[in-house]
């Protein structure tokens, strides 16, 4: 069975000090990762896909790159906007394997 | 316009009772799903739908059946509510293939009293 985890649980930012979340998987093949972001109240909002290793994408102050094993989620200079959950999943036949999420808060 | 929506956003009742939840999609996807989130935030997949039929039913208990009437739709009624079925519940939808981004709702905070 898939799995998938995710590390900090909770990560406490400076605005503009930049990190990283991880998302490691186990997977029997690896048809591709999602990143989402998920406000209090809110459903999952898809952020990126990526597919195979050594890719990567950028959206604002996020940048996902994934390796064999793991993907990262850098967070560049962040902003009290970009305090939120941040959700990996993988997809296998009609269904996502989530991890449980990194809390990201960030201070003015 | 909303993508996915879902309705009611909450929903608190007494165990026992019968109680639907409804979801609609405005992307023109094929496939629809419904997530649960428990009290520690986790997802996990309940029901998968492919042009209206059932994909994956992913050992949920018979007291819930999901229902697609077209493409755009899929409810979900839960019989004979208990205390551990206090969740969120969200809707999402994708193209076909089984591995292609899902869209999710805001989901429906089901609370049983």
């Known amino acids: 069975e898939d799995q998938v985890t995710q590390s900090p649980e909770a990560l406490r930012l400076q605005e503009g000090e930049s990190s990283s979340l991880n998302c490691s998987y186990t997977?029997?093949?690896?048809?591709?990762l999602f990143w989402y972001r998920q406000d209090p109240g809110k459903g999952p909002e898809f952020l990126f896909t990526?597919?195979?290793a050594g890719e990567e994408k950028e959206k604002e102050r996020l940048k996902a790159t994934l390796t064999k094993k793991e993907s990262f989620l850098h967070i560049t200079a962040p902003k009290p906007e970009d305090s939120a959950t941040y959700l990996c999943?993988?997809?296998?036949?009609?269904?996502?394997?989530f991890g449980a999420g990194t809390t990201v808060t960030v201070r003015a | 316009d909303t993508a996915v929506s879902q309705t009611p956003k909450y929903l608190v009742t007494q165990m026992g009772n019968d109680k639907s939840i409804k979801c609609e999609q405005n992307?023109?996807?094929?496939?629809m799903y419904w997530y649960k989130q428990d009290s520690k935030k986790f997802l996990k997949i309940m029901f998968s739908?492919?042009?209206?039929?059932?994909?994956i039913n992913e050992t949920v208990p018979n007291r819930f059946s999901p229902k697609s009437p077209d493409k755009a739709h899929l409810n979900l009624h839960i019989n004979s509510l208990e205390l551990g079925d206090s969740a969120v519940y969200f809707c999402?939808?994708?193209?076909?293939?089984?591995?292609?981004?899902?869209?999710f709702g805001d989901g429906t905070r089901l609370s049983i009293l």
């Open positions: 999943a993988v997809p296998n036949d009609y269904k996502l394997s």
């Open positions: 997977v029997s093949g690896l048809r591709g």
């Open positions: 990526l597919y195979s």
């Open positions: 992307l023109g996807h094929d496939t």
């Open positions: 999402a939808s994708s193209q076909p293939g089984g591995d292609s981004p899902q869209h």
């Open positions: 739908y492919n042009n209206k039929e059932l994909i």
